[in-house]
């Protein structure tokens, strides 16, 4: 079941730095916050957000809650071998708390090991703090400072990340409100990693604020990105490519310059729909001037067939003079999304731009995993059928593509052919010809060959878009059931591309939603 919270436009203290295009808002030294809503003993200042969470700024600008645990990056100017501090500013850490230390490809803290969790042993200061590897262990000697991309993530007392990138500029110093869903009643609970640990209620960050507009738009929306499969051998973010709407051709004879009126048969669009313009010829002109190639126009006064158009999203209508050519071409933004990655696999796809006037959903293209190259010869152990792989991300099972690169082939493989990783160590791998083999250790007998260097490549990550589920053109169906607090649910794998939405406090009117990119504004 669901409740409404208690905290629906609570002010937080402290003052907040929202940086453009960044996940992470930071918090300044006076920037905790009792969490009010926590059962049973917490730390003092534990942090009120928690995911799903609506923060709003001092321009009204609306993000969602993703975490808690923001990854910083720590440069090796932050890391003091002759202390042991590693500086990160207003960190909000606690002793004995978890923090996880990755160095993101490059050379891990000496001392430390990459993509391994360590702990809080001391609080220098609101900025600096040392650690320790087992909770309440000695402090860590810390002998070299590691690279410029590494991080640290934990549960912070002043900074958190949200959903998708923050899109105004940076915002310094603001002052929050926050608002929250429904709560999950179901006897869920969360350890933060704080001591003593904290249970809290659980909030569903895929719950979301529904208002009127958002109920009737979306439908030529990206507004999910779904994993059919995750990969193989990732170490790092791949490119997300989201194919590009079609364009749509108007000809002269479905321009009205009497009424401004443009006709395209069951275009299932909606108010506010962006499209770019591109004549083709002569261009269209209007009352206030020619309409320029690559210029911005708004669909407004839309029904089943037929739409007029603004310069801006609710602006007033062009009044038409000159209806241009019969090669008019309006086109909708292409949406983008944002890949994140674990363990050597894709963990999920973000829609960080919607994009406008996608008739069906579009195909999307993400990246290939780099190859891993080794030496034939030396890397390669004929007495233990081992493949030194320094610092590999793959895991057992993981299908890898091999290749000789124009070389020769080595004894028991096949260029081009697919095999299973076995997972020795971090460094090293073994080769099945089964998925079934790797898992039960049977690996091919191989030789080492000549001394060149060869590849494996792990799997690509595939994914389905899904478009919202709006009204559509018509106006006569809607699939999100009513305004109020919905939750959605995304599918994945087989299910890839389903969408489903559930009305768990249906209102009136609705005011303060955050989550444009789920259920875009109509």
Known sequence: MSSWSMNDGTALAGAYTFTQNSAIVQGNSSADVPDANTIGSKPAGFFALKPGDIVIDDNGDKVRVKDTQPKRTVATSAVNTSNDRITITNHGFVANQEVFYEANGGTAIAGLTDETTFFVKAVASANAFTLSATEGGAVIDITGTGNNAQTFGG?????????????PSTNS??????????????????TTGQSPNVTTAVIDGNVLGITGGEAVGGVD?????ALSSDGSGYGSAPSVTVAAPTARTITQANIDETTNVFTVTGHNMRDGTKLTYTSNGTNIVH????????TAVFVRDRTENTFKLALSAGGTALDITNDGNDSNSFVGDTATGTATVSGGVLTG?????????????PSVTIAAPAEDTFNAQSAVSTANDTITLSSHVFNTGDAVTY??????????LTDAGTFFIIKVDANTVKLATTASNAVAGTAIDITAGSSENHG?????????????????????TSEIAHVGWVKKTVGTGGRAGRVHYETLVAASSMVGDAEDIATPDS
């Open 155 to 167: 549960t912070s007392t002043k900074a958190f990340t949200v959903v998708a990138p923050f899109t």
């Open 173 to 190: 110093g603001s002052s929050v409100t926050m608002t929250r869903p429904p709560i999950d009643g179901s006897g869920k609970t969360t």
């Open 349 to 361: 796809v973000t829609v960080t731009a919607v994009g406008s006037d996608y008739q069906s959903a």
């Open 287 to 294: 009352s206030g001037g020619t309409l320029a190639d690559s």
């Open 456 to 476: 494996l490549t792990g799997a690509t990550a595939t994914a389905t878009a899904s478009l919202g589920l709006g009204q559509d053109g018509d106006n006569n």
């Open 221 to 225: 929306n990206v507004t999910s990105i």
């Open 403 to 412: 290749s000789d690169k124009g070389g020769t082939v080595i004894n028991g």
